[in-house]
């Protein structure tokens, strides 16, 4: 096992164990890539979308927000291009059963004229163990091969290709496209006349209400539309658990601008967003931009950038920032015959204005976030483990333990706990040792814990440790919630 499965599977246990995410009907057996948010985990995604909306619209006056519905008007995917073209290339191995995504798996073959020679398929990230399979099977060293896509072996050469979880070649399929929406019915009667889409992304709900946001309240462009909701992906792989997840929530924001300024302001929220990472708490060296390249830029897209988070797994998109152009708004107006033009004041033009979209997945970013704060440390003669959580975001605030139970210590921590709720979901805890309540705190990434002890009783102090430097000092007990709110709301 490598270090880096390990990250994950301790993760994963700690998850599971402490009610931060458990999989998805389990006691049936489990839904495949579909998980559940335990009571940790509901506060964390909460804390998340909070943090989201308050940067994005609460703290600007040039964005508002939106609550689209999930099920639209078939038509819009129509519009959309979803229909048509939101698909992915799918193999099957006729063998395993397993089904890859075409576009994700490639193959080592023979540099020199490997005319009949094996060759060797293998997902992403996999390439040494493509090389082990290299030395295993064919006897050959892996550096006398090439790597190439999948995509670009021409279909007569399937037959030599061995597939990632096999020995023997032959059993991969012709790659064919596979639709990524989920469909159902609306109404009693099942047929092709009532068909409805789950929303694949929740940028269309905005879109179609681009008007209705302009005659019902006061923006003009430049403004945003932002929302937050579920989306809906039939993926083909799933993988590392939350990352990709066939039901999931999105973040998204777009940005009306100006035909000619779309790549200024395409600048704008590159840097922005990657601010808004580090607001949050996530180490700037793990955070990257990736540019797409020709190949694979969308349809609708003039530039686009991902921000990339180096996960145990590797570096991965964590949110894309696309200049979308005239497309969507352009497409609605062909499609529903609904003029999405803009007047203009400022210029006196009248123009269907440019889209600069950031679209952030929420279980991502959670994914994200307990990556990153995740830590085991060695102490003197004591292991920890820590999730060094950004306070906004912990889902515990503030750990509450009176030193005994006895003579009135527990009296006065219940009373600063029944305090400290009406603000801040805090914990209460008078069992076992101190050392140890600090632990089971620490590995749910409560940043604070306060104890009322003897000396409470004579000065109305309290000690506040605090998780990351493990320091601990006093402070009045009055002081507590200006404390709390200094470090969470104020983040000082
Ligand atoms: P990919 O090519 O990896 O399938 P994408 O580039 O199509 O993904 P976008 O459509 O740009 O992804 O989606 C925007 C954001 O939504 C992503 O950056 C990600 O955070 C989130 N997201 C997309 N698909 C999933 C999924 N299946 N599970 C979880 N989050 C997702």
Redesign the pocket.
């Known amino acids: 096992m490598t270090n880096q499965e390990t990250t994950m599977d301790k993760l994963i246990s700690l998850c599971k164990r402490r009610g931060y995410i458990f999989g998805s009907s389990e006691i049936y057996g489990g839904l495949s890539a579909v998980y559940d948010y335990g009571p940790l985990g509901a506060e964390l995604k909460r804390n998340i979308k909070n943090f989201w909306w308050k940067w994005m619209v609460q703290k600007r006056d040039n964005i508002v927000g939106l609550d689209a519905a999930i099920l639209m008007h078939p038509r819009v995917w129509e519009a959309s291009g979803h229909v048509a073209g939101f698909q992915?290339p799918l193999v099957d191995c006729k063998v395993t059963k397993k089904r890859y995504r075409a576009d994700q798996v490639y193959v080592l073959r023979p540099k020199d004229g490997g005319n009949d020679g094996l060759m060797f398929a293998f997902k992403e990230g996999d390439d040494e163990l493509a090389a082990r399979k290299v030395k295993n099977i064919a006897k050959a060293d892996a550096s006398t091969y090439e790597k190439l896509a999948l995509t670009d072996i021409p279909l007569r050469e399937f037959s030599r290709i061995v597939g990632p979880d096999m020995k023997e070649p032959g059993s991969l399929t012709e790659p064919r496209q596979f639709n990524l929406m989920f469909k159902t019915h609306v109404g009693p009667v099942e047929d092709n006349a009532n068909v409805v889409y789950m929303r694949?992304?929740t940028a269309q709900g905005i879109y179609v209400n681009f008007t209705n946001v302009i005659n019902s309240t006061r923006v003009k462009v430049p403004f945003g539309i932002a929302q937050i909701g579920k989306?809906f992906?039939n993926?083909i792989t799933?993988e590392n658990f939350?990352?990709?997840?066939?039901e999931?929530?999105?973040m998204?924001m777009q940005f009306f601008v100006r035909p000619g300024t779309d790549m200024a302001w395409f600048e704008t929220w590159k840097q922005d967003r990657i601010d808004y990472y580090r607001q949050l708490g996530i180490r700037q060296e793990k955070l990257r931009f990736h540019e797409h390249g020709e190949d694979e830029l969308?349809h609708y897209a003039a530039a686009a950038f991902?921000i990339q988070y180096e996960f145990p797994f590797g570096w991965k998109?964590?949110?894309?920032i696309?200049n979308r152009t005239d497309f969507d708004l352009k497409r609605h107006q062909e499609w529903s015959g609904r003029d999405q033009s803009y007047f203009d004041d400022e210029v006196k033009e009248k123009y269907v204005p440019y889209i600069v979209e950031t679209?952030?997945?929420?279980?991502?970013?959670l994914l994200t976030v307990l990556v990153d704060a995740f830590a085991e440390e060695k102490l003197e003669n004591d292991m920890r483990t820590v999730l060094r959580l950004h306070p906004a975001l912990a889902p515990i605030k503030a750990g509450i333990f009176p030193l005994v139970k006895k003579e009135g210590l527990s009296d006065i921590a219940i009373k600063l706990k029944d305090e400290l709720k009406q603000h801040y979901p805090v914990f209460y805890d008078e069992g076992g040792a101190v050392g140890r309540r600090y632990r089971r705190q620490d590995e749910i990434g409560t940043p604070f814990c306060f104890t009322i002890d003897f000396q409470t009783k004579e000065d109305e102090t309290v000690t506040v440790r605090d998780r990351d430097s493990m320091q601990q000092k006093r402070i009045p007990i009055r002081g507590v919630f200006d404390y709390l709110f200094s470090k969470i709301d104020k983040g000082e």
């Open positions: 992915d694949p992304e989306a992906r993926e799933t939350i990352f990709r997840t066939r999931f929530e999105q998204e969308a991902d998109e964590l949110e894309g696309h679209s952030a997945g929420c279980d991502r970013t």
